[in-house]
């Protein structure tokens, strides 16, 4: 199954999905934080909680960037979603239909790093980069599902008529 541009989520589901997740994403840095707060107040561990008080910019990012990562490929690995995805009715899949191998998430999830990448999603049709530098898409379910229900409707006529 080919996945035409109608099946495509839109630039406001993008941006939904977007926001959601990057909320998602600082509330586990918090946590992470928390952690380590809890772990010098009731374990009287400092290392970790004074690593974090005193980062420097580059290691915030990289704290970010880790998370992040995480985030996005464990959710999308597993299930081809994230919460942002759940809640907006989106997943993420190939250009043929199917469900993104566990290569293609890295690599779509390594891409979500590249500088500037945000704005990829300026185009008429807009397309992330960490989307086409992976070969992925990221669709509609209602409409996707409508849509593989009626291409196996069709193989299963091809199928009795044979």
């Not at 807009?126 to 992976?134: E, K, N, Q, Y």
Request: aromatic share 14%; hydrophobic share 45%.
């Amino acid at each position: 199954m080919e996945i035409t541009y109608d099946l495509r989520a839109s630039a406001w589901r993008r941006l939904a999905n977007y926001l959601i997740d990057y909320l998602i994403q600082i509330a586990l840095v918090f946590c992470v934080g928390l952690v380590a707060g809890a772990l010098y107040r009731f374990f009287d561990m400092a290392g970790p909680y004074n690593y974090i008080t005193n980062m420097n910019r580059i290691e915030e990012f990289l704290l970010g960037a880790l998370v992040g990562f995480g985030y996005y490929f464990i959710f999308e690995a597993a299930n081809s979603r994230t919460l942002g995805k759940y809640i907006t009715g989106t997943k993420v899949v190939t250009w043929h239909g199917e469900k993104p191998t566990v290569g293609r998430i890295a690599k779509r999830t390594l891409c979500r790093l590249i500088p500037l990448e945000i704005f990829s999603f300026l185009a008429e049709r807009p397309l992330g980069w960490h989307d086409s530098i992976s070969d992925t898409v990221v669709v509609d379910v209602k409409r996707y599902e409508e849509e593989l229900a009626l291409k196996n409707s069709f193989e299963e006529i091809g199928a009795v008529a044979e």
